[in-house]
Structures are given as C-alpha cells and as structure tokens.
C-alpha cells in the first residue's frame, strides 16, 4: 500500500461560494442562527465509509435478506439445450412434492409487456435462444422445496444445430452501426494502407481476450412483493431507477406503482447495471402466488443469465518512423453477441485517443451466436482494447530498443487523435514519468531474459491506462432541518465503493457544514431520481446534482427570516440542462501501470511481485476510498492477465469456469504489494467538484503491463490471456 498524498485544499470554486452563499443577517431580520464554519477540508479528507461498521457486523441488509411474512421461494430452471424449442413440459412431479406452491412455465406465467430489453422477456415463449436460457421457475414454502422442484421439472426440446465457437474469420461477422457507449463501429482518419506500407518499423499481432465473468461477492438475487396493485422489489442492482423503468413497461404500470429498494450492493462490477431476471421473475411469482417470493440466483447459473465480458480477437498494426513516431496505426476486434439483442465490446474505441496516429482505422466486427448476451464488465472496450493497444506499442518499443515509457510520451498527441477536441485535462505523460520515479524504473537493462534468481526470470513491465468520463442527468434534493441539521436525497446506488460517505463530503463542502451534520439517503426508487452506479459515472452524476441542490438551498436559507419552519426547508435540482449538449473538450482519466513478475523456469508458473499505479483523475475526493478502487481495478486487472478465462463447449454451448472453484480469481497471496498514486489534477470543465470516474480505470493497462512484464523477464511474447503455466512453460529453457 502507498503511503498517503498530501491532503487536497478545498476547491477554489467551492470556497468562493461558500463566502458568497451564507445566510445574511439584516438588522430588519430575525436571524437564523448561524451555519457552523465550514471544516478545514470537506473534501480530500479520507474518511471512513459511513456504513463499513454496518457491513463489518452484518447488520446491513442485501437483498436476498428481507423476508417478509409469509415468504416464498424460487428456483429457477435453466435449459439444457444450445438452441431450439421446448415441446412438451411436465410439472407434474414437481408440484406433487412437499412444500411446492406452483412452477411457473410460458404456458402459465403472466404475459409481460415488449420492452427495449429483450434478456428480460423470460418465461413469454418456447424458444430456447443459449443454452442456460430460463424456462421454468419452481416455487415453494421453502428454499430446499423449491431446489427439488426445479430439478423435478422435465422438460423437451426441438433442438436445431448451434455454434458458440468465435474465430477471426467466422462467416458470420458483420460490422455493426455502432458499440457499447453509442460509438461509431468504424472509424478512419487519412490513408493508413500507404502509411503503413511505407513506415520502416511495423508491428502486426494479433491479441485474444477469452470470455470473462462478473462473478460479484453477493449473487444477483430479489425480494419482490404486491400490496393493493403496488409492487415493491428489493434488488441486487446498480441503479433501482431503471429497474423501475423496466418493470413498470414490463407489468404495464405507472412508475409510482413500484419501489425498487437496493439499499446495499454486494459488488456489481457491471453485471447489475441493467435489470436481469431475478426482479423480474420474482415478481411474476408473487403475481401469481399472491404471496411475497425471493430468489437468489445459484452463482453456477450467473454466467449465463447476467452478462459477461465477450471474448475479443484483436488485431493491432502499428507502423513507425525510425524515431519512434507513429505515422499509422489500425485497430481492429472482432467479438461476439447472442441472437437475442446486440451488444458489441468496443475494444477497438481506446486507441482513438491515446497516441498520435494521423492515419489510423479502428473497427469493429461482430457474430450473433447461441450464446448468453454479453453486457458490461468492469472497463468494458477499454480493459481488453488497451491489452492489445499497449501490448503492441511494447512490442514497438522492444521493435526500435527505444524505452516503452519514452516511447509513449514520444506519442503524446496535442488533441484527441479522432475528434480533434482539446482534451480538457491530459497527464499520461506526468503519470509515466512520476510512476517511473516511484517504482524505481530506471535504471533498467532492457534485454529480455536478462535477470534472474535462481529458477525465477524477473522482469519489469509498463503500460498506459485510460477511461472516459461519462456524466448522466440527476436529480437531488437537499433539506435544512430546524434543527441545524441537513438531508440528502438522491437515488444513488453504494456497490461498494462509499458513495453515501462522498456525497456527504460533497453536501458538506456546499453547505459549509461539518460532514457529521449531513444524513445522506440513498438506494431506493422513491427518492429523486438518478443515473445508475456505471461506467464510472455515479460520484460525478451524484455529485453534481447534490452539489447544484445544494447551492440552491444555500440560496433559499439566506432569502429566509427567522427561524427555520419545524418542517425546515428543501431544494429540488437536476442537472438535465447540464448534461444535455456534449462538451466541448475531451474528457479523459489517464493512469500508468508498473508491473514486476517472477517466472518460474520449472512450472511456467508468474507471480506477480509488485504493481504500481499512477493515475490523473481529476481531483480526488476521498483518498481512502479512492484508493480502495484504484487497487480493487488492479488486482482485478491481476486476475483478467494471468487466472480469469472462461470458454464455451462447443457441443453443449455453455460456459465450462461457471464458478469460483473453476473460474479462478486472486487471492490476497496473489498480491503481495500493489501501490496506488495519483497527481493533483485540476480540471474546470468537468463538473463542480473537478472529479473524474476511478471505478474501472485500475482494471485498464494492468493486463498489458503483466504481460509485458513477463515478456522481459522470459523473452517469450504471449498474446492470448490469460497467461497461465501451460502457454509458458512450452517455450522457456
């Protein structure tokens, strides 16, 4: 762990408010009595998570732990076909078994709505779309009967031929019209072709990342319930606003005849940030029952119900002039997406902005095949595209034996290399060179394979990060009590990251109030609404709505005489306006990975000795908590370079590593020593707390630079994650 950065001041714009926005106290008024002075340091202070001790005893709720009176069971049952129909349905054993209240299957399950979302359409038809597909959903007095139930459901299939099985040359792909965060599939700048051809140093590798799995600690899991035609559900999600929205279409309801509770999240890393079934199902079973049903998704089921991260064939060219300078540079993946909906990895979208490139082309291709619809995980496009990008600039560098880090500042580009934009704020090059200096890069022999201990090979490797900053409409509400006291009201979602401790930094640096006088009420439905807990949005889209709520109510409290009414006073704000036109700059986090391996010449095992992370994110509001994502992202990223992969069986069409005994994740002897270090960076076009996402930024580059890590200690150049023993030990000595 890296010792602490220095303490942050308060941001200037703040403090000028905060002297502009007191309460007056005219002779001719009663005055109120006076806002306690601000503290020293609303914001940079590190301060523990309001709920940590609530987490740490157990008192904190999740979802699958309300149970109220009378409570039911569900089960759901998966199909066990790649594709085809079901014919036939027997329910009868199952319903004869003790306990068992009813199996809901399509021919009896309530007829839901057409929405935008086509994953959640369960039990609506006889389709078997991917293998693992819900057809049936067994529920009873108890977990255990509903468990036997499902299995005793039998069921029929039609099947037709499938294929899962993505290669760079399917027939199938196609080139969709755009990707995930409504990028253009394609996109070209100049003649790359000539450029290429023409550029006396080239490098053309090609770069696979294997599915992956979300796989957070708490599984996805809902308690849903009806009282007088209002639905209330409490769910595993990263935002209750949308899973509202889609229920309400679903069921055909108005917004206001729903609440969706998710009061705590155990970890989403993506795979909650849309609706997935659980909600869904559970309230279909308790239509139909009329009692309260729960379910919690058994974590063998999750790979095929909740998304995960599409496997990528990424091939990178890169052609340079003898100084280093890149005069073309050609990105482009191929992945793969279900029959069902289309979503497609945007891998290839990272190198539109990281190095200098004036003739370029970045695209993208993709296959619909019988598998589960892939959705977001943690960085998605950036984690995998950046593996490849800074896995082939590597190669460049060892290409020119031109140092990676010089290299990469030698790229800087002035404006964003495809929209041309100013970039708001850009310090790739501060956090290379500050990152160097900390984990002692130089001096540093660059042959591969050169150093040694034993039957260890060590080496050291580098990569460059990025992620961009995304910012969504929301809406807060800020209350003074009579008491001196103030509320926060807003529809966030804590996943775990402390966001209910953040924004009560961000109320009490508005306010001028000390942190412990603001009540921050987060996580259900009913409060304002509030963009979701993704893409590294949520303190920026939070915080700016509590901070622009906050200012109003400043403004309310020195228009008032007297004593606050017993029922205080509130401000309602949201930041449409705000959020409606794109910028007008760039907007990006940069960071740099420093990674350090140990290989063992016997077993072709790599350890990971050291990890090192330098970012510039704006400025940084909680260093404790900040740095809590920083190094989750990297171990995370850890995890992606070395143990995580999974496949799917080309005859039965399901994911083999479906849970944690087979789909391996790090373990704290995984990580011996990971350090995370950020610069002060100022930034005024960004929101008013000067704060950029650092939820995923940590996973981005961390792959690239263990792997480029593992190609100095051994000379052996792997291009397919992860990189586990038996793809090494075939080509050491």
């Known amino acids: 762990m890296s010792h602490d950065p220095p303490e942050h001041a308060p941001f200037p714009e703040l403090a000028d408010h905060l002297a502009q926005g007191r309460p007056r106290s005219p002779e001719r008024r ?53 594709r085809g129909r079901i014919t036939a349905l027997d329910i009868g054993g199952a319903l004869a078994l003790p306990g068992v209240i009813a199996v809901l299957t399509h021919e009896n399950a309530p007829r839901l709505a057409a929405t935008d979302d086509p994953t959640l359409g369960l039990l609506q038809g006889d389709r078997v779309p991917h293998r693992g597909w819900y057809v049936a959903l067994a529920v009873a007095d108890t977990l255990e009967a509903a468990r036997d139930a499902a299995e005793a459901v039998h069921v029929t299939y039609a099947t037709d031929g499938h294929d899962v099985r993505l290669t760079a040359d399917h027939p199938g792909l ?72 889609d229920l309400a279409a679903l069921f055909k309801l108005g917004t206001d005849e729903i609440t969706v509770i998710s009061e705590h999240v155990g970890g989403g890393f993506g795979s909650k940030g849309t609706p997935r079934p659980p909600a869904v199902l559970a309230a279909m079973a308790a239509r139909h029952t009329g009692r309260p049903v729960k379910l919690a998704l058994p974590r063998r089921q999750l790979a095929a119900v909740v998304g995960h991260r599409a496997p990528t064939v990424q091939r990178v060219r890169i052609g340079a002039g003898r100084d280093g300078v890149i005069t073309a540079l050609a990105h482009e993946s191929a ?56 896995s082939a600039v590597d190669e460049l560098a060892v290409l020119l034996e031109t140092d990676p880090v010089e290299l990469r500042i030698r790229n800087e580009p002035g404006t964003e290399p495809d929209s041309g934009l100013p970039f708001s704020s850009r310090h790739l090059a501060d956090c290379l060179r500050e990152g160097a200096r900390r984990f002692g890069w130089q001096p540093r022999d660059p042959r591969p394979a050169a150093r040694r201990h034993g ?49 009560a930094q961000i109320a009490a640096a508005a306010l ?17 609404p509030a963009a979701l807990a993704g893409g590294s949005a949520g303190t920026a889209s939070w915080g700016w709505a509590v901070h622009k709520a906050c200012t109003a109510l400043l403004a309310r409290l020195r228009d008032h005489e007297g004593p606050l009414p017993a029922e205080g006073i509130t401000a309602t704000e949201d930041t449409r306006r705000e959020t409606a036109e794109p910028p007008p700059y760039a907007r990006h986090a940069f960071g740099a990975v420093f990674a350090e391996v140990r290989a063992d010449v016997r077993t072709g095992e790599i350890r990971v000795s ?124």
């Not at 914001?43 to 740490?56: F, H, I, Q, S, W």
């Open 30 to 82: 009663t005055p109120r009595p006076p806002l306690p002075a601000p503290p020293a340091h609303p914001l940079g202070a590190p301060l523990v998570r309001r709920e940590g001790r609530d987490k740490a005893t157990g008192t904190a709720r999740y979802a699958a732990e309300h149970t109220p009176p009378g409570c039911a069971y569900a089960w759901p049952v998966p199909a066990t076909v790649a």
């Open 174 to 245: 196609y080139v969709p019209e755009r990707v995930n965060g409504g990028y253009p599939a394609v996109r070209e700048h100049g003649d790359f072709d000539t450029a290429f051809a023409a550029a006396p140093m080239t490098v053309d590798a090609t770069y696979t990342v294997p599915p992956l799995h979300n796989h957070p600690m708490e599984p996805h899991a809902a308690t849903a319930w009806w009282s007088h035609g209002h639905l209330t559900v409490h769910d595993s999600s990263q935002g209750a606003t949308k899973v509202r929205e």
């Open 335 to 390: 992945t793969h997406t279900s029959t069902v909906t289309e979503f497609v990895e945007q891998a290839a979208v990272p190198a539109r902005v990281m190095y200098t490139s004036p003739n370029s082309r970045t695209a993208h291709r993709v296959a619909a095949l019988d598998v589960p619809t892939p959705s977001w995980m943690r960085a998605p496009g950036e984690a995998p595209g950046m593996y490849a990008l800074e």
């Open 455 to 503: 039957d260890l090979l060590l080496g050291t490797g580098v990569a460059a990060a990025t992620y961009p900053v995304y910012i969504a409409a929301t809406q807060a509400e800020a209350h003074a009590a009579a008491d001196g006291g103030y509320r926060i009201r807003v529809n966030a979602t804590d996943i775990g990251t402390g966001a209910r401790t953040v924004l």
């Open 512 to 528: 001028g109030a000390p942190e412990d006088r603001v009540r921050v009420e987060i996580g259900s439905s009913d409060l304002p």
């Open 610 to 733: 050291r990890l090192l992370g330098q970012y510039a994110a704006g400025r940084i509001l909680n260093p404790r908590t900040a740095r809590s994502q920083f190094i989750g992202g990297m171990t995370m990223g850890l995890g992606m370079a070395l143990m995580e992969g999974s496949s799917l069986d080309p005859a039965f069409g399901d994911f083999t590593a479906c849970d944690l005994a087979s789909y391996h994740v790090p373990a704290h002897a995984d990580v011996p020593t990971v350090e995370a270090h950020w610069l002060d960076e100022e930034d005024p076009h960004l929101n008013p707390m000067g704060s950029k996402g650092i939820g995923e930024i940590g996973i981005v580059g961390t792959a690239a630079a263990i792997g480029n890590a593992v190609w100095h200690a051994t000379g052996v150049r792997l291009r397919d994650l992860p990189l586990t023993p038996d793809r090494l030990l075939p080509h050491l000595p």
